[in-house]
């Protein structure tokens, strides 16, 4: 059945390290999301891509994130160097294209910096 | 700045009742909104879309939308324990953008 896959679900890191997430969105979705939660700030939006171009990206720290989408079924989301306080839950959402859609969400991926 | 509200909770009803969760968002021109419920540990899931005015009823649920006091609520009636969860308000919101916003959360606990 079409999912949203993410890798890795789990990510422990020593503060300064690399940490890349990747994001399979449900084929044909042309919006793919990117989002943070953590307990104090609830989702928040990292950034996003319509037809793989980067439409917003105000909500990610420039200095270390980065997000890219390199073909129509992958996208990246990287930091570097890592801080503990990016531990969190990062997700990934696919909307097809259309104004009524549903978004859907992967599994999440769990980056806990030490 | 796109903004979606939640009375953030914590929401306490006892089992059987029926829970009112409220949003209200910002921008006059959207036409998508979404109401996802997100259990502890795990990803959100949607669980209820609507897209005109008035109300729209799935089982126990029921979204309402009034475009007019950009405002969307979702009922849940004859609560359950298994409905206690974070419920989560997303407004895509209009134009080129498309960018899909979250509020903060309802945490809804069905007191047994």
């Known amino acids: 059945d079409a999912r949203v896959t993410q890798t890795p679900r789990h990510k422990v890191t020593e503060m300064g390290q690399e940490v890349t997430m990747r994001c399979q969105p449900i084929?044909?979705?042309?919006?793919v999301f990117w989002y943070r939660q953590t307990m104090m700030q609830g989702l928040e939006l990292l950034a996003y891509f319509r037809n793989r171009a980067p439409l917003d990206d105000s909500g990610m720290p420039k200095d270390r994130f980065s997000a890219e989408m390199p073909d129509a079924t992958l996208a990246t989301l990287k930091i570097q160097p890592s801080e503990p306080r990016d531990s969190a839950v990062y997700f990934c959402?696919?909307?097809?294209?259309?104004?009524?859609?549903?978004?859907?969400f992967g599994q999440g991926t769990r980056l806990t910096v030490v | 700045q796109k903004e979606v509200e939640q009375n953030s909770g914590p929401l306490s009803v006892p089992e059987g009742a029926i829970a009112s969760l409220n949003c209200t968002y910002s921008d006059r021109g959207s036409q998508s909104f979404f109401w996802y419920r997100q259990y502890s540990g795990k990803s959100p899931e949607l669980i209820m879309f609507?897209?005109?005015?008035g109300d729209k009823e799935d089982g126990r649920f029921t979204a309402q939308l009034n475009k007019a006091s950009q405002y969307v609520s979702l009922l849940i009636r004859d609560s359950q324990p298994s409905d206690s969860a974070t419920y989560l308000c997303a407004v895509l919101f209009s134009g080129s953008a498309r960018q899909l916003t979250f509020g903060s959360g309802t945490q809804l606990t069905v007191l047994p």
């Open positions: 959402a696919s909307v097809a294209e259309g104004s009524k859609t549903e978004a859907f």
């Open positions: 084929l044909g979705h042309n919006t």
């Open positions: 609507i897209y005109s005015n």
